[in-house]
């Protein structure tokens, strides 16, 4: 006689903000899946919904509550994690039936929670998970978390008051996620964590056994381990502290992707001492053109703040003229916002709404003329692309080493159905425009 298995109880995820939550809501997944616990694509069909907020700006934790308040109206079985559980009070006063709400990388407490809030029928369920975890990501591609938490104390920035100083995982722990995701079909690693540059400086870079060799708890000596592995490794999040300069000849190597994500904010000194962030924009120039004589392909992409509190015209007329030299290839903007808590917040001469939105303005028209000019000398060259997806009608869209998935341009292809998602191939770039390639796979 068949025996009949209860059904599990279904879990509803909604994750917001950056990748480092996203890989937060693996991590929870994952744990439940091997709980037992069955994933809902839908509020319908969930016992309980999990919401990892974003709380970095106002905007954030406005699309945050919204969210919140979706999940409670669809379905209401509702938990709240992430960085906005630092205001449970607030949250549990907007939204009273909340089921519970916890921190910013709380594992343990959200899965206690929703174990709290839908039991597991006693039944055993076993081997619900691959080796490589649940996944919120494509196949070809995965977020590789490093450290958790951030020792700057930037102006403009509540971070560490969200998820605490740096605490860096084992190199050897790293290198074993990284291998079981290549083994899962994962093509390409994007290193992510608030600093990846300061990763190991809170354990003291100690080093670890990885296949009978010692491996530092280093930037470097962790990226090139990465690119000993056979996929794409993207580094985000770094702060261009001296030591980056080691890793540049790994790129030139071809052991990562040449690409930097460095979130430099502005160019004015002035600016950057407000902000409590390092103030050596000539060196870092300079610097710039050595990492392009070592790695000519180098892509380097970075934020900046406009707006910010004591930012005269002359400061944003240097931010100007710094990027006109610099030639970044991918630039995001963000006008300045206060959060509630951060110290910029206190500064004077805070900058009226509608010169933030000119300098914005300008500021974007400038960097979209710097990567046009940049993407139109690609024009003719053959480059490797990674397939993201493939449509019916014969066409496919990709990136190439120069693009992250999400943030940067894409790669849009013709004749080229025969391919799939995840597939690296070569591809003779035909045409562009101000953010995006086309081309045509070769032969």
Known sequence: MATTLPSPPKIGMVSLGCPKNLVDSERILTKLR?????????????DVVLVNTCGFLDSAKEESLEAIGEAIAENGRVI??????????????????????TGAHQYEEVV????????????????????????????????????EGCNHRCSFCIIPSLRGDLVSRRPDAILREAEKLIEAGTKELLVISQDTSAYGVDIRHQPRMWHGEEVRAHMT??????????????????????HVDQVIPLMAEGLILPYLDIPFQHASRNVLKLMKRPANETKVLERIKTWRTIAPDIAI?????????????????????????????????????????????????????????ERYARLMELTARISADKLQAKIGRTL???????????????????????????VFLRDAGHLEQGDIVAVSIEDADEHDLYGVPVA
């Not at 240097?318 to 630039?331: N, S």
């Open 384 to 410: 490797d692309v990674i397939i993201d997806a493939v449509d019916a009608d014969g066409g496919a869209t990709g990136r190439s080493k120069a693009d992250a998935p999400e943030i940067d341009g894409e």
């Open 301 to 357: 992409r970075s934020t900046f703040v406009v707006g910010f509190p004591g930012e005269t015209e002359d400061d944003f007329a240097y931010l100007m003229e710094w990027l006109e030299e610099a030639q970044l290839d991918r630039v995001g903007a963000f006008r300045f916002e206060p959060v509630e808590g951060a110290a910029a917040n206190d500064l004077p001469n805070h900058v009226p709404e509608e010169i933030k939105e």
């Open 221 to 242: 000596d962790l990226s090139r381990e990465l690119g000993k592995l056979g996929a794409w490794v993207r580094l985000h999040y770094v702060y261009p502290y001296p």
């Open 80 to 101: 709240v994690t992430g960085c906005m559980g630092k205001e449970a009070e607030m949250i549990r006063a907007k939204f009273p039936g909340i089921l519970a709400v």
């Open 34 to 46: 091997s709980d037992g616990y069955a994933m809902s694509p839908d509020y319908a069909g969930a």
């Open 112 to 147: 206690g929670a929703v174990h709290e809030a839908a039991p597991m029928p006693p039944s055993a369920f076993l081997n619900l998970v691959p080796d490589s975890g649940l996944k919120l990501t494509p196949r070809h591609y995965s977020y590789l978390k490093i450290s």
